[in-house]
């Protein structure tokens, strides 16, 4: 079952910690938007899917596009709030029908990333008639100065009010993205902002801690001292405390940055922590087929350039090597809840035994699974079981 990804990369303005691949647009080319992508899909489909190409290691299959019912779509930016509401609502139709998904719409998946000013009742009613049935909110904190240090464009009532018309439309998936890991100078209250959080009552919860990207604004005041650097010891304490009070509220983190209630995962990010095949369309959307990956230019007007005169907006490609596929596997696994099926042999083997007993990991029906702790420290673990060879 195919998953599908659109990138909408138009912004207001530029977050200050944010290195994203974004067109800051005063006037968003929403018309131009919507023919690219329904253009790069037929693009995509008109190439052929099962021809085969010369390699270095012999034939190779080319590209495959994914085939058959959609079951996850989503709308990530960027700011897809941003496109007019009958925009994004031909859109989602156009790529629906695309998909064959007419008679259960609601089957499908339909995931569009918000920020809260965005969201009125208007908009909710027009994405809910399209078919949005999830909407991934950009709350990321409740106090207003820290909104205006993020260079944020809401204010900490608009995530409330967007909630609220969201849930009147009758969109109830809603989850809320926090960054975490503030410099200590914002004097920000994590406690204080999952408090509010959880009062709204969302189905999930998406947490990030803050990091430091090249050439964002946030480097720059780093890198002239006007604020510190975010601190580990803030990271593991704000994270820690995250699944504690979650746990308290009856949300399970399912995946090392996202916690819900019930069966409300992510199917969508679900699809890409199993290692499963997804199309990615618009400037920078990145593609998988289960053996290569590929990727689209980031640039926006690139892109449009390229899709408007018929050529494909790919980038690159890389295919796997059994070396990276193995290692993305294992990373992929280590991240969800889930964990990593183990080899009989490396049960009782270091490090794993040493890290049962520091409380970073446990085994649970053979699979090693991490705790929080264990999840506060992924990349090294990932790093060491690789390099030890203790993974089946
Ligand atoms: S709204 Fe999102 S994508 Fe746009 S600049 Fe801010 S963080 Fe980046």
Known sequence: MP??????????RRCSYCDFSIAVRKRIPAGEYVDAVLKELELVRAAD???????????????????????????GGGTPSLLPPDALA??????????GATSSRDAVEVTAEANPEDVTPEL??????????????????????????MHRSHDAARIGAAVQALRGAGIDNISLDLIFALPAELQRDWERDLELALSLGPNHLSLYGLTVEERTPLARWISR???????????????????LRLAASGYHFYEVSNACRGDAESRHNSAYWSGRPYLGLGPAAHSYDGRARRWNVAAWSAYARAVAAGRS????????????????????????????????????????????????????????????????????????????????
Do not use: M
């Open 3 to 12: 998953h599908l990804y659109l990138h909408v990369p138009f912004c207001v």
């Open 49 to 75: 899917p099962g021809a085969t190409t010369e390699g270095p290691e012999g034939p190779k299959k080319s590209f495959r596009a994914p085939r058959g019912a959609l079951e996850t779509l989503y709308l």
């Open 90 to 99: 031909t859109l989602v139709t156009a790529l629906l029908d695309a998909f």
């Open 124 to 149: 909710a009613s027009v994405w809910r008639r399209a078919g949005v049935n999830r909407v991934s909110l950009g709350a990321q904190s409740f106090d207003d100065n820290v909104l205006k240090w």
């Open 225 to 243: 001292g006007a604020i510190a650097a975010p601190d580990d010891d803030r990271y593991a304490e704000e994270y820690l405390l995250a699944h």
């Open 313 to 392: 907006p790919v980038e690159s490609a890389e295919v796997l090597t059994s070396a990276q596929r193995e290692l993305e596997r294992v990373y992929l696994a280590l991240r969800t809840d889930r964990g990593l099926p183990l080899a009989a042999r490396c049960r009782p083997v270091p490090p794993v035994a040493a890290w049962v007993e520091e409380g970073w990991v446990e085994i649970r029906a053979e699979r090693l699974v991490c705790t929080p702790s264990g999840w506060l420290r992924l990349d090294s673990l990932v790093r060491d079981l690789t390099e030890a060879g203790v993974v089946a």
